[in-house]
């Protein structure tokens, strides 16, 4: 008699929901977004916050967060220097509890405003993110792989331009304040891999120095699960 034992590993699709956004045009040397929605309370979420910050003179500006009082890290980040700073990062965090927190930016040098877009995020594998892109042009494009199962998030900012129309990634929100700052993030889970998948934010009107950061994340992958024998006799 011979045997043989086959086994398949279990996979966990990942998930992400919009959750809030919101702006400050106080500025300053550092920027508290109070009470801000991150989702359900999940022993594996973690939350994503697309920040953006705008800052006088051409020198750069940089930016580190916090999120529900977790340090952030950061997953993309890009600048416009032409004539004033424009950062946008893409932060990431895993907090577990609560469903509101304190998203806290802190900059490099006084910012004249700023603006993030959060999302709560499931079942990825870690803080790392699979794939990355930038743009500092409109419309703003980036090219990126998405594992199967995984799922990506992208935002972006632009003044004195207008609304944004998002291609291959679903738009969740597009906001203007202060009369002529603009920005936009979007958003999806996929089952199948994306390879190369090109995710284009297109700027109406006239914009100027808009900043794009694209993020994907891979899903997390368990353990054994569920096992096939067979037997046959000869």
């Not at 919009?18 to 550092?30: E, P, R």
């Not at 990431?92 to 490099?108: D, E, K, M, Y």
Request: proline share 3%; glycine share 8%; net charge negative.
């Amino acid at each position: 008699r011979n045997a043989y034992a086959d086994s398949d590993e279990d996979i966990m699709a990942a998930a992400v929901t919009y959750t809030d956004a919101k702006s400050d045009n106080v500025g300053g040397a550092s920027t508290t977004f109070s009470s801000v929605a991150i989702g359900t309370a999940s022993s594996d979420r973690y939350v994503v916050a697309v920040a953006t910050v705008r800052s006088a003179g051409t020198s750069d500006i940089t930016m580190t967060c916090t999120i529900g009082g977790v340090s952030a890290t950061s997953a993309a980040t890009v600048a416009s220097l032409t004539s004033s700073a424009h950062r946008q990062n893409i932060f990431i965090a895993a907090v577990p509890t609560g469903t509101t927190g304190n998203v806290v930016l802190t900059f490099s040098r006084s910012a004249i405003r700023s603006m993030i877009s959060v999302f709560a995020v499931t079942g990825i594998d870690g803080l790392t993110a699979s794939a990355t892109a930038t743009s500092t042009a409109s419309p703003g494009s980036g090219t990126i792989t998405i594992p199967a199962g995984g799922i990506a998030i992208a935002g972006s900012y632009n003044i004195l331009g207008g609304a944004y129309t998002w291609s291959n990634l679903t738009e969740r929100h597009d906001d203007v304040f202060n009369t002529n700052n603009y920005w936009s993030a979007a958003s999806d889970a996929f089952a199948t891999l994306q390879t190369s998948r090109v995710i284009t934010a297109t700027m109406a009107g006239s914009p100027v120095q808009p900043v794009t950061c694209f993020a994907a994340w891979a899903q997390l992958s368990g353990g054994p699960t569920s096992s096939i024998l067979s037997y046959w006799i000869e």
